[in-house]
């Protein structure tokens, strides 16, 4: 993949939207990376320090207005906010929140494009030279790159999967505070019934067995039980 390349995240949760606004995007030469939650769209946003953020406001587990909040306590990437919601209240909040752009659906391809393009080159113009660090989280001996997407423990990098990998971000991403089940499960996989629980388990088995911790230790992570999971804080 080219480098020069804008990278532009993403956040919708309507599989027929998302897949055509990718599809026009990339014909345009984009790079394109998607996520269907508020808190995937964090993750990502986090991990891939994308140029420009596609999103919808009706996302599954939180308004995409958190998702402006957010992004906006930690940095000026442009964000468009497309959205059904066409009534000037939710404009003019999106715009306070610090959003760059609104369009309302339904849309055309040619105005979308032309918004993408304009959005990306004022912020190249106003764009001071600072630099984004706090892409690293650390506890003790334990190391995450949200950059790289890469985790270390004392130096050696263990070989997470996809999914593992956005669980350990998210928690760590809320480290200190008890993360829910339904949470985790609602920011990783977008949706919430029983038998997710299990897959979460299954999952966070394999991040600890990764990781090195034997079953019942509380190092990194502590199991909350019927609650959750809790990412301890470096003073731990
Ligand atoms: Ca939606």
Not at 9 to 18: F, K, R, S, T, W
Not at 78 to 85: F, G, K, T
Not at 89 to 106: F, M, R, W
Request: hydrophobic share 35%.
């Amino acid at each position: 993949m080219s480098n020069n390349k804008y990278k532009i995240l993403i956040v919708e949760d309507e599989v027929n939207i998302q897949s055509f606004i990718k599809a026009n995007l990339e014909i345009n030469d984009y790079q394109v990376i998607c996520a269907e939650t508020c808190a995937l769209g964090m993750i990502m946003y986090a991990s891939h320090h994308p140029d420009l953020i596609v999103l919808d406001l009706g996302l599954p587990d939180q308004d995409g207005m958190t998702l402006i909040q957010n992004v906006r306590k930690a940095d000026t990437t442009p964000i468009i906010v497309l959205s059904a919601r066409s009534n000037e209240s939710d404009k003019v909040e999106a715009l306070d929140l610090g959003a760059n752009d609104y369009i309302t659906k339904p849309f055309g391809t040619e105005e979308f494009m032309a918004r993408i393009r304009a959005v990306l080159r004022s912020h190249r113009h106003s764009q001071e030279t600072e630099n984004t660090t706090g892409g690293l989280f650390r506890l003790h001996d334990l190391l995450i790159d949200y950059d790289k997407r890469q985790v270390f423990i004392e130096n050696d990098e263990i070989d997470l999967t996809q999914t593992e990998y956005n669980i350990l971000s998210y928690l760590s991403m809320n480290s200190g505070k008890v993360v829910t089940y339904a949470a985790i499960i609602q920011a990783i996989w977008g949706y919430s019934d029983y038998g997710s629980v299990k897959k979460l388990q299954v999952n966070m088995k394999n991040i600890r067995k990764k990781m090195g911790v034997t079953p019942g230790e509380k190092r990194y992570i502590v199991n909350e039980l019927g609650v959750g999971y809790r990412m301890l804080e470096d003073e731990e």
